[in-house]
């Protein structure tokens, strides 16, 4: 089984986060038809291990790929369309997957390297709170000197042949917020025996969408009030995102969130709730490792493009947090459409660029 025949099988049978109970048997099996040793980790993951035939064995470089799917409904015609009623590979997981069974397929072949190899097939990385911490809560690298964490996202704003890199904080950490308002219902008219709680939940939604600035992205996407034209209802609702890059700055959000329901209460005599849901810490690039890799994308003939900081959240972010790093975003090309939409379908000949990515750092620095 090659790369690309084990990508269109994910793609094929998709599943949610969390529930990759027949991907984790099909993962498990092509790994051990292969010879490679390998167990199962974070519930519905797989970890993989290859060791090198010299050098210190605890010495280690780990690949990682999610392989989690969408509940997104499959436009695309095609002969490996989702077979998941209701699922689909809308994001890449399944291309990233079928890289990394590649580089993992081809490193086991001669082992020429020092050190040891893991790979993860990351569940959840779609839901809080993200297959990445489920991973490192059973400490799988104890008793190995980790080097790098090496994982890479599919994009279609580059082109295919073409590799994405930003040293440093590259993507955000993500919170889920809700905000529950409460008060007296009644009729809309009689005004001094309620509390305006949907004038109040629209003045919470401002104020928190307010405290948008550079550093920081807030969006509202959802607002329930369910009253009438002549009903104030007793409970309203609203729930977003942040997205910060920074841990001050997220906590100050966050401090500033509360006060604004304190001054939300006593306007409007009712109470608010913030709820505010951790996510994903922030994914932060090892500097040294991403201009190594700027090095041997160059070598490779792959065309590096240096990114600036994006908004979206991963939850590679964890890895980062433990270990040097590295995040990079692979050209998959205008053509594919974009992700997360029902009619994705990045092009299969990037994986060969991304494999040959994956393959060549893992081996620069194990062989360092």
Request: aromatic share 6%.
């Amino acid at each position: 089984m090659n790369s690309i025949e084990f990508r269109r099988e994910l793609h094929r049978h998709p599943e949610l986060s969390f529930e990759e109970f027949r991907t984790q048997r099909f993962i498990l099996d092509a790994l051990e038809a292969e010879g490679i040793e390998c167990r199962k980790i974070a519930g519905t993951g797989v970890l993989a291990k290859i060791e090198g035939k010299r050098g210190n064995l605890s010495r280690a470089v780990v690949l990682r790929a999610d392989i989690d799917a969408l509940p997104v409904v499959e436009q695309n015609d095609v002969e490996y369309r989702s077979e998941s009623v209701g699922v689909m590979h809308a994001c890449g997981h399944d291309m990233h997957a079928g890289m990394l069974f590649g580089v993992l397929q081809s490193l086991n072949r001669h082992r020429n390297f020092e050190g040891t190899l893991f790979g993860i097939f990351q569940p959840g990385e779609e839901q809080n709170p993200g297959g990445a911490s489920k991973v490192l809560a059973e400490r799988p690298f104890e008793g190995y000197s980790v080097s790098a964490v090496i994982g890479q996202h599919v994009d279609s704003r580059l082109e295919v042949g073409q590799v994405g890199i930003c040293p440093g904080v590259f993507m955000a950490s993500n919170d889920e917020l809700r905000l529950y308002v409460s008060g007296r219902g009644g009729h809309a008219a009689r005004r001094g025996d309620i509390d305006d709680t949907v004038t109040a939940i629209a003045d919470m939604v401002v104020r928190t969408t307010s405290l948008n600035r550079p550093e920081c992205v807030i969006s509202v996407g959802k607002i329930v009030a369910e009253g009438a034209t002549n009903v104030i209802p007793a409970n309203t609702y609203a729930e977003g995102t942040m997205r910060t890059f920074d841990r001050e700055v997220r906590e100050h959000i966050h401090s500033l969130l509360r006060s604004s329901a304190k001054e939300v209460e006593t306007k409007y005599g009712v109470s608010v709730v913030v709820d505010i849901n951790r996510g994903y810490p922030s994914v932060t690039n090892d500097v040294m490792l991403s201009y190594e890799a700027m090095i041997i994308a160059q070598d490779e003939d792959i065309v590096v493009r240096q990114m600036e900081r994006i908004p979206m959240a991963e939850d590679f972010g964890y890895y980062t947090e433990c270990y040097p790093s590295l995040f990079c975003r692979l050209g998959v090309g205008a053509e594919s459409g974009g992700s997360h939409t029902a009619t994705f379908l990045p092009r299969e000949e990037a994986m060969a660029v991304g494999e040959r990515m994956m393959e060549r750092m893992a081996l620069h620095i194990l062989n360092k």
